[in-house]
């Protein structure tokens, strides 16, 4: 089982960009499917960027066209480029791997997660 661990959160104004990395640990990561997930105080977690086996992704329609996921195999990362925050976008972001439902949005599908980085973004 792959071992995951994010990094790259922090504080930004409304309109500014981070880039948010998953380091994975375990040489059968290419067999998963992967995604980031957010989670603010009392709402659901929820799904905002997919990417499976082969290379393909979908994301959430609330980040489509500001946010960008990608896999580095060479370094063994799973990367979020976000841009253009918005308040309500405050959240802890998770990393999370799947073996199965690849491209699912239903978190309880997630087997493997990292403990998450927290993102605030500023008015």
């Known amino acids: 089982q792959v071992q995951l661990v994010e990094s790259g959160g922090g504080s930004v104004q409304a309109g500014g960009s981070l880039r948010l990395s998953c380091a994975v640990s375990g040489n059968t990561w290419q067999s998963y499917c992967m995604g980031w997930f957010r989670q603010a105080p009392g709402k659901e977690r929820e799904g905002v960027a997919l990417i499976i086996r082969d290379g393909t992704t979908s994301y959430a329609d609330a980040v489509r066209g500001r946010f960008t996921i990608s896999k580095d195999n060479a370094k063994n990362t799973l990367d979020l480029q976000m841009n253009s925050l918005k308040p309500d976008e405050t959240s802890m972001y998770y990393c999370?791997?799947?073996?199965?439902?690849?491209?699912?949005?239903?978190?309880?599908?997630?087997?493997?997660w990292g403990q998450g980085t927290q993102v605030t973004v500023s008015s």
């Open positions: 999370a791997a799947t073996l199965w439902s690849c491209g699912s949005w239903n978190p309880r599908v997630y087997n493997v």
